[in-house]
Structure formats: structure tokens, C-alpha cells
């Protein structure tokens, strides 16, 4: 055991997430990088608040975000407009005095930008549902956790990368999500669009379902346990002992917050790499994907399962499309979640089978690069034009 681990295993929740932030706050930014596509002729300077990591990668085939190949098309969409872009992190104002004609994207980065070029086309990129709305859905879960177990936790991503503010700032507003979802949104005009999931390409979906695979699910997650609330299947799983709930993605924080009510039928795989034979095997030994989330653009957790042939069991606010896709649970209660849960694990193995086998087939065509791509180009070739 490393001093890491140590560190883990020993200190309290409140004191990790301090240390956390603290190395947050003293990080290095990455350099922004300026001028993609330069030429000699007069252009349009485009200004994109979001991500660079994607810049300075070197094995594609390893990536454990889709936000990385999802920016790379942002950038390519304004390119092929002939824009000159810089590209910098969202919390990165090294050149926000600069002068834009667009900026695109959330966070300070954004911000700044904006209040220095008042003129400039503003396209706010919302990964998110809107601030106030997932602030509220995320302080209903954590009061009913604390009335169901005692349990006090804080809000831990509502509020991270946009304001009220955000809300009214923009000329243009790209949403992750479904297209009700632009309803959530006072001004317009507003352009819905999909994100992608990861793929294992070593991923042989199996042609066999035992009865312990039919009984085995897996939740996908990261920092937000509650949000995602993986607290209510805790309390589902711990009904049905005869049930496994594995986990992927829980981080350490979390962990110690809701130890004390994690069942003994879970198995918490610690982070898992999507790309690895781990991952491979934990998908074909379960069947399905679950989440209980009380807020998503769209779960781009569920999308990756789906892609693996996991059947999504999930919370309207997943946003996942096409209702008659694995189930949405009618309301969020532990009564509700119970009943779907016993219900697919009681079908027939040769009906899961056919089922797994769509889900994986309507993913991969729904939800891949390409898709993503040709979109982003329409709605940016809509909102700056020729």
C-alpha cells in the first residue's frame, strides 16, 4: 500500500476533499494555444473557453474522456468557417484581453472574454442542465439522504462551471442533451446536440447469459456519488442480497461518506479504465447499466455502457433518448427503482440477449464521432454563418 492509499484509508472526507482543492487551486494551467489555423488573409478570431488537453495527446487510442474528441471537432467546425482559433482551459484568463469576433464555451475563461469584447458573437457550450435547475435536484438528494440515514454531504457539482449569470450572457447556447431540454432555457435561440460514449474495441459482447449475469448490474460514475445516486441503489441492493451491484468510479471521498450503508453484495472496482480487459469482462458479466442521477446533459456513462451492450435502467434526467431503450424509472424512489430492477432480472436469458444486442447496435449509431461531428458543424455553421 502506497502513502496514497494510506492517506485515503485514514483521513476523513472533509480533509481529502481540502487536499483536493488545494492541489487544484496551485495546479499549472496548460499554455493556451493561439492562432490554429492563421492565414494571411483577414479572419474571423474565435476564442473556445473549455478544454486543451486534446492538444498534447499522444496515444488516441487510450482516452478515458469523450470531451477530448469531442473538442477537437469544436475546433475543426470553426476552422473549416476559416476562423482563427485560440483555445485555452475554462479557468484559464491568460488571454482573455484579446480581441474576438466569437467565443465559445463556459467558465471564468468565458466570462472575462466576453465582458472585454462586448461585440463578439457569444456561444455559451453547456455540458449541464442550467445551474438552477441541477442546484435544485442536487439539494433534494442530499436532504433526502440525510432523512433516510442521517448522512450530511455537500453539493459537490452543482455550481462548478457556470452561474445564473451564464443563463443570460450569450447570443447562441449549445446544449448536451435532448431537444425538451432547451425548454430549461429562457433565452434562445438554443441548439441540443449529443455527446458520444467510449468504446472498448476489443469488446466481444457475449452470446450467453447466466443467471448470474442476469442478476449482476453495473453503475458508472465519478465525483458526485449522491448526485448520481448511487445512495438509492445502495438501499435497493441492499434489499435483494441475492443481487450484485458493481461499481466503477466511486472515488475515495465519496466512499468514506456513504460507507456505513454500502451493502456487502457491492463491489467497488476503484477507477476502471473503459479501454482495458477489465472493463471488458465487468461488461459481459453484467447486463445492465444504472443510474438514478438526479441531473445530466446527457450520461455519457450509460451512453459508454450501451456501447458494451449494457441495458440502460435510468432516471429521466439521464437524458438518454428513445423511452422504449432498456426502462426509465418513473420517479426516482427506492419502491420504483426496486420494481425495475426485479422486473429485468426476472426475464428470460434469450430476452436479454436480443436486447443487449440493440442496445449496443443503436449506441454505436447513434452516439459515435461522426455523429457528433456532422452536428456540431450544422449548429455552428447556423449560429456565425458563412
Not at 465525483?223 to 438501499?235: C, E, N, S, W, Y
Not at 431503450?325 to 436480443?354: P, R, Y
Amino acid at each position: 500500500m502506497n502513502i496514497k492509499q494510506i492517506l485515503i484509508n485514514i483521513l476523513p472526507a472533509w480533509c481529502l476533499q481540502t487536499l483536493i482543492n488545494t492541489k487544484n487551486t496551485g495546479r499549472k494551467h496548460s499554455s493556451a494555444i493561439q492562432n490554429i489555423g492563421r492565414h494571411c488573409i483577414p479572419q474571423k478570431r474565435v476564442l473556445i473557453s473549455y478544454v486543451n488537453d486534446y492538444l498534447y495527446i499522444k496515444d488516441w487510442t487510450n482516452q478515458t474522456s469523450t470531451r477530448n474528441v469531442e473538442c477537437a471537432e469544436i475546433v475543426d467546425a470553426f476552422l473549416r468557417k476559416d476562423c482563427c482559433v485560440d483555445i485555452c482551459r475554462h479557468d484559464d484568463i491568460s488571454i482573455t484581453n484579446k480581441q474576438y469576433d466569437i467565443i465559445f464555451g463556459f467558465g471564468e475563461a468565458y466570462r472575462k472574454s466576453i465582458k472585454n469584447n462586448p461585440t463578439a458573437t457569444k456561444i455559451l457550450y453547456l455540458t449541464e442542465k442550467p445551474p438552477y435547475y441541477s442546484a435544485k435536484k442536487e439539494q433534494e438528494r442530499i436532504e433526502n439522504l440525510y432523512q433516510r440515514h442521517g448522512i450530511k454531504v455537500p453539493v459537490s457539482r452543482s455550481g462548478l462551471f457556470y452561474c445564473d449569470e451564464d443563463m443570460a450572457n450569450y447570443d447562441a447556447c449549445v446544449i448536451i442533451g435532448q431537444e425538451k431540454d432547451v425548454r430549461l432555457l429562457k433565452k434562445q435561440p438554443t441548439f441540443a446536440i449529443y455527446p458520444t460514449g467510449l468504446i472498448n474495441k476489443e469488446f466481444q459482447l457475449t452470446t450467453e447469459i447466466t443467471d448470474k449475469q442476469k442478476s449482476s448490474f453495473l453503475w458508472l460514475g465519478s465525483r458526485g456519488a449522491v448526485h448520481k445516486g448511487l445512495d438509492l441503489l445502495f438501499d435497493v441492493f441492499a434489499k435483494h442480497p441475492d443481487f450484485t451491484l458493481h461499481v466503477a468510479g466511486l472515488n475515495a471521498i465519496d466512499k468514506k461518506r456513504l460507507l456505513k450503508i454500502m451493502p456487502s453484495n457491492v463491489v467497488d472496482h476503484g477507477f476502471v479504465n473503459i479501454r482495458s480487459k477489465h472493463f471488458s469482462d465487468l461488461a459481459n458479466s453484467c447486463s445492465f447499466i444504472i443510474s438514478a442521477s438526479c441531473s445530466e446533459g446527457v450520461s455519457t456513462a450509460l451512453l459508454t455502457g450501451m456501447n458494451h451492450g449494457l441495458i440502460p435502467l435510468r432516471s429521466d434526467e439521464c437524458s438518454i433518448p428513445f423511452e422504449s431503450v432498456g426502462e426509465v424509472f418513473e420517479d426516482n424512489t427506492i419502491d420504483c427503482i426496486e420494481q425495475v430492477v426485479m422486473k429485468w432480472a426476472s426475464m428470460q436469458s434469450e430476452v436479454l440477449i436480443h436486447h443487449r444486442q440493440e442496445v449496443m447496435e443503436f449506441a454505436r449509431q447513434n452516439f459515435n464521432i461522426n455523429q457528433f461531428s456532422n452536428n456540431i458543424h450544422d449548429i455552428i455553421g447556423t449560429i456565425i454563418g458563412d
